[in-house]
């Protein structure tokens, strides 16, 4: 299921790789590939064998002002 652009505005300071990369329309596999490359579009966070992605950086990246509330 889609996540609406209120509640992307409601989520936590940073997400999961897999929360993000179904926002931008990626697939698991990919998503991995360009976390580990360092190529995904989104500022991120390694923290062990995890990713954690900035929020406000992903809704920049979709087009949302993430102050514009």
């Known amino acids: ?4 652009l209120e509640q992307a505005r409601r989520l936590p300071p940073t997400v999961g790789l897999m929360t993000a ?3 931008l329309g990626i697939g698991r596999t990919k998503a991995y590939q ?3 490359a360092g190529e995904f ?3 991120m ?3 062990g064998e995890g ?5 406000a ?3 920049r990246v979709l087009g949302v002002d993430p102050d514009d509330g």
């Not at 990713?51 to 929020?55: E, G, I």
Request: aromatic letters at 4%; proline letters at 8%.
């Open 51 to 55: 990713y954690r992605v900035a929020t």
């Open 34 to 36: 360009l976390a580990r």
């Open 1 to 4: 299921m889609p996540i609406t």
């Open 45 to 47: 966070i390694r923290l």
């Open 21 to 23: 990369a179904r926002m």
């Open 41 to 43: 579009p989104c500022k």
């Open 57 to 59: 950086d992903l809704l």
